[in-house]
């Protein structure tokens, strides 16, 4: 069994276990947190497993600080997973993304839970980003955001269907190109329209000084599709020359944990948006810092041909990434810096 | 990094070790604070916290620091990213252009 310690990169292990078929062992998660061990979103994670796959076991020890996983045969299907609310269902989907390509059947998976979130993904990311690069590889999937959910009570909806992939394509994606455009969503539910007006001013207001052609969509969410807690967030995503080759995006929604130190307005969250959207445009690289482990995972699964990308630095999330490819499926990169 | 600092930088051995002089060996205490953080483990291994094993599971790291962007001569160092900066003879070549729009909604 592969040994791992600490919970930080469990997604990454479970993932890779599972599509490497080997058994995992992972110790020391959070042994000295009050109460220590793993925590709900993970447990439901493993659920999730558990529903998409067929025959895994999973054992974890009474306290929860140790895990060991047998993965069962990738199986997809219909279901619903009600995730919790400590993450955003983009938590889940990332994990989605990575397995259902590779399952028996057909995957139509509803997920529920909080649809924006600072930690995770954004649903409209997702959609706008992840699975264009999915495409990329060849695999066909799809996102539709049913209802929107923020934090703390969520009650978002969405539902991701995947396709299985017979063969994944090679990529080579080495230029960036030229940006040529900045398009985004900004949203509000259950608040006021005008805040996601007030976010695209901010943000417009610093990109226009840069490019021309800035459009960012508003939309205003009420009643059933708007969840239960009132939220807004702005999603950019950048077009260039070569398009469909290019993927960066960047997310904003308010930060729970923040909140009540730094009241960030519209403005400033629209602006901050903006700020952060140039700063991966800085470090360079086709796809942007968010999906750098999905895109090396993919590359390494792919077929025999060689794979390039063209990537800033790497994020600690994809370094980990690629050591834990070379030690399940010794699946080495060649690095060059340019 | 550890390598830089030397022996004698104190990432490696405790600070009570010296270099044997000739004969003599000198001994380790294990009393030694940074021995004892170690876990009695040795000089050569260093133990790495479960605090940074466990740290938050989050694929989208942000930069730590932001440049001011609301500054001119920042922004201007993107400028031949963009469309409306510099092209090479290359680049201007390359482009074919015309694909259909993005749709964000």
């Known amino acids: ?338 | 990094e550890e390598e830089a600092d030397g022996p004698k930088g104190g990432r490696l051995l405790p600070a009570s070790w010296h270099p044997p002089t000739a004969g003599q060996h000198a001994a380790v205490s294990l009393e030694d604070e940074e021995l004892e953080e170690n876990e009695g483990m040795g000089p050569l291994f260093t133990k790495v916290s479960t605090d940074v094993l466990n740290a938050e599971d989050v694929t989208r790291e942000r930069p730590a620091k932001l440049h001011d962007w609301e500054r001119e001569d920042v922004r201007e160092t993107l400028r031949n990213l963009f469309v409306t900066g510099k092209w090479t003879a290359e680049e201007s070549a390359q482009e074919g252009g015309g694909a259909a729009a993005f749709e964000m909604v």
């Open chain 1, 1 to 338: 069994a592969v040994q791992e310690s600490g919970a930080r990169f469990l997604r990454q292990n479970l993932i890779l276990a599972t599509l490497s078929g080997r058994p995992l062992e992972v110790t020391d998660i959070r042994p000295k947190a009050v109460p220590p061990g793993l925590q709900g979103h993970e447990a439901n994670l493993l659920k999730l497993l558990d529903r998409a796959t067929n025959g895994c076991r999973i054992e974890i020890n009474d306290v929860g600080t140790a895990i060991a996983y047998r993965p069962g045969l990738i199986i997809g299907g219909t279901f619903t997973h009600d995730c919790s609310l400590q993450r955003g269902v983009g938590y889940w989907l990332e994990v989605l993304a990575c397995l259902a390509p590779f399952a028996k059947h057909p995957t139509c998976a509803t997920l529920t839970g909080v649809t924006n979130s600072e930690l995770d993904v954004g649903v409209d990311v997702f959609r706008t980003v992840t699975i264009p690069l999915l495409r990329k590889f060849g695999v066909e999937a799809s996102l539709k955001i049913l209802k929107r959910g923020a934090a703390p009570d969520g009650g978002g909806q969405v539902e991701f269907t995947c396709t299985p992939v017979r063969k994944l394509e090679a990529i080579t994606l080495v230029d960036e190109g030229k940006v040529k455009r900045v398009r985004g969503l900004a949203y509000s539910a259950r608040l006021s329209p005008d805040l996601a007006n007030r976010m695209v001013r901010a943000a417009k207001g610093l990109l226009l000084k840069l490019l021309p052609d800035v459009f960012i969509t508003s939309d205003h969410f009420k009643g059933e599709e708007a969840g239960r807690s009132p939220g807004y967030g702005i999603t950019l995503v950048v077009e260039t020359t070569n398009k469909g080759d290019v993927f960066l995006s960047e997310e904003l929604v308010p930060n729970p944990a923040e909140m009540d130190k730094v009241q960030l307005t519209p403005e400033d969250m629209g602006l901050l948006a903006a700020k952060r959207l140039l700063e991966q445009l800085l470090q360079g690289g086709v796809v942007d810092r968010a999906h750098q482990p999905l895109t090396l995972l993919l590359m390494a699964l792919g077929p025999e041909q060689l794979s390039k990308v063209l990537l800033g630095q790497l994020t600690e999330a994809a370094e980990n990434m690629r050591r834990l490819l070379e030690s399940y499926f010794g699946v080495t990169f060649s690095v060059q810096s340019r």
